[in-house]
């Protein structure tokens, strides 16, 4: 198969990104401007139909494209998948391409001070990367990882440093590693103590910065976090 059940799993991490990445495999997968379809060019063709009209049911990803009913006839189904992808990559690359603009539209927003951002002192800005450092060191070392899910874990880490700043438009991305928490705890149980403890403190200084934002009330405990890695110990 050309898609295994890590790369799988990853599109949920930035589905937009992962439609091309399919689309980009399927094509490398069969011959340039081929019109003599096989069986192992509709093997690849229709695996990538598959997975993404599997995201498009899940909710995944929203597009209008028509569905169609396999004919059974190789040559047109083949036909039909290909310019499926073809259409499906275009819209999605455009789509990415709106996506970064509006993120640098938001940071450079957020860097000039207008509108609503949340803002980190140096001393927990510089903590948070000392803090990531560390997390990448301990995944880099770590031999629980299958190698796909390491480097994906790896690859989000680097992004999330590349975009830290004193102020930013928003935490999304730190909130997720409360997710990559609940994943090592159930992968790994107590072995998986150091990851959480690093996520934790990351966390909670996270935490601290968008109470004080939001004028929460001192002392509001952590969403989701709390008590989640003690109960594991």
């Known amino acids: 198969m050309l898609f295994n059940e890590e790369f799988v799993d990853s599109l949920k991490d930035d589905p937009v990104k992962g439609v091309i990445e399919i689309c980009r495999i399927a094509f490398d997968a069969i011959p340039e401007h081929s019109h003599d379809w096989g069986e192992s060019e509709y093997e690849a063709l229709a695996e990538a139909y598959a997975l993404i009209e599997g995201m498009i049911e899940t909710g995944l990803i929203q ?7 396999i004919s059974g006839e190789l040559s047109s189904d083949c036909s039909y998948i290909h310019q499926y992808l073809v259409e499906i990559n275009r819209y999605f690359t455009s789509e990415a391409s709106k996506l970064r603009m509006q993120y640098l539209k938001s ?3 957020t860097s000039l001070g207008a509108g609503f951002c949340y803002e980190f002192s140096q001393g927990d800005l510089e903590r948070i990367q000392v803090l990531i450092n560390q997390l990448r060191d301990l995944i880099a070392a770590s031999s629980y990882f299958e190698k796909e899910h390491q480097q994906r874990l790896l690859k989000r880490l680097e992004k ?4 830290m700043h004193k102020r930013i438009s928003d935490l999304d991305r730190f909130w997720g590693l409360i997710g990559d928490a609940g994943v090592a705890l159930g992968k790994f149980g107590k072995d998986a103590k150091p990851f959480v403890d690093l996520i934790k ?3 909670k200084i996270v935490w601290q910065t968008q109470s004080r934002a939001e004028e929460l ?3 509001t405990p952590i969403p989701l976090i709390e008590g989640k890695a003690d109960e594991k110990e």
């Open 107 to 109: 940071h450079f927003k």
């Open 63 to 69: 597009i209008e494209i028509g569905k169609f009913e």
């Open 201 to 203: 403190e990351i966390t």
């Open 160 to 163: 999330l440093q590349s975009e």
């Open 217 to 219: 009330p001192s002392g």
